[in-house]
């Protein structure tokens, strides 16, 4: 399968050439563009309870866009909503856990289930559930401003709204920058602890800080 991601690290979208019989999934609405000869066929993916289990405690979308070309090669284009990178993670029988809205598109022999983060996750600011990514095949993801794919070996800490996804094998934990003092008046608040050995996913950019900042501007 031909795909070329664009538009990096400020408004990325990822597009597809695809040969007949090669399919690719999508979130639903992701779609951008696409040729005429390409049909949809909307899907459960891992069936209706994992389904509705994503839709109801990570926000995803209940059914995922199904897209062949009908005849003869065909092109789609996948955006997420909204503006930032996307990246590319090949999985070969592997995992990576992403964050509720972070998935984009997937090849058909990737599943996308939903975890249990346990109640430290209530603190994460993220909330309980996590997308846990498995199988063999091609995985897109979207964050909020550029991507930076981090090594880490031991112990490493990230700001709640900066964490995009990790590898199974690290763990984490939520805790305060400092004090108590310091937790509630520094300005960061909360952050994510991880530790071990592997790959993290961070974001430039963080929606809730800009969400705030932008509220400053709002007048009634």
Known sequence: ????????????????????????MAESG??????KNMEL????????????????FTGESLLAGQYTP????????????IPGHVGH????????????????ACTPNVEINSIFGGLRAIFSGEGLFFLECSGTGDLFYNAYGAIIEKEIDGKFTVDTGHVVGWEPGIDWTIKGMGNLFSTFFSGEGLVIEFNGKGKIYLQTRFLGGFSSWLTGYIRS
Do not use: C, T
Not at 1 to 24: A, Q, R, T, W
Not at 30 to 35: E, I, L, P
Not at 41 to 56: P, Q, T
């Open 89 to 104: 993670r090949k999985l070969n029988g592997d995992k990576v856990i992403l964050q509720p809205g972070a998935f984009l």
């Open 70 to 81: 009908s005849s003869g090669p065909g092109e789609i284009s996948f955006s997420p909503a």
């Open 1 to 24: 399968m031909d795909f070329n991601i664009k538009g990096n690290p400020d408004y990325g979208h990822v597009s597809f050439n695809l040969k007949p019989g090669e399919v690719i």
């Open 41 to 56: 066929d909307s899907k459960l993916m891992g069936g209706f309870f994992k389904a509705a289990i994503r839709k109801i």
């Open 30 to 35: 992701a779609m951008a563009y696409m040729s």
